[in-house]
């Protein structure tokens, strides 16, 4: 059984940083493409970071792009988003997620704000 657990959300300022985790269980991490979405209150759920099997590659949508960076621990099976400068607009549950396979977390709410 396939196991996505988000962890290091919470309450930020503007301008700051968190990390975010997500240990992952039941799958050989190391062959999947991984993703992180956010879904923030009365919007759709948007992929904002991904990250192939071995690291070497990695895209952002264009939001996040040059603040946030996605990475991965295989050995350890875990998933990281750091996050730098946030806005108030990167409010949102944020989710890990298996490309192309429907396994999410229960995710983890990361809240910017004075």
């Known amino acids: 059984q396939v196991q996505l657990v988000e962890s290091g959300g919470g309450l930020v300022q503007p301008g700051g940083s968190l990390k975010l985790s997500c240990a992952a269980s039941?799958?050989?991490?190391?062959?999947?493409?991984m993703n992180w979405y956010r879904q923030a209150p009365g919007r759709e759920r948007e992929l904002i970071a991904q990250?192939?099997?071995?690291?070497?590659?990695?895209s952002y949508a264009d939001s996040v792009k040059g603040r946030f960076t996605i990475s991965r621990d295989n050995a350890k099976n875990m998933l990281y988003l750091q996050m730098n400068s946030l806005k108030p607009e990167d409010t949102a549950v944020y989710y890990c997620?298996?490309?192309?396979?429907?396994?999410w977390g229960q995710g983890t709410q990361v809240t910017v704000s004075s």
């Open positions: 039941g799958l050989t991490f190391s062959l999947y493409v």
């Open positions: 990250i192939n099997s071995v690291a070497d590659s990695r």
């Open positions: 997620n298996v490309d192309n396979y429907n396994y």
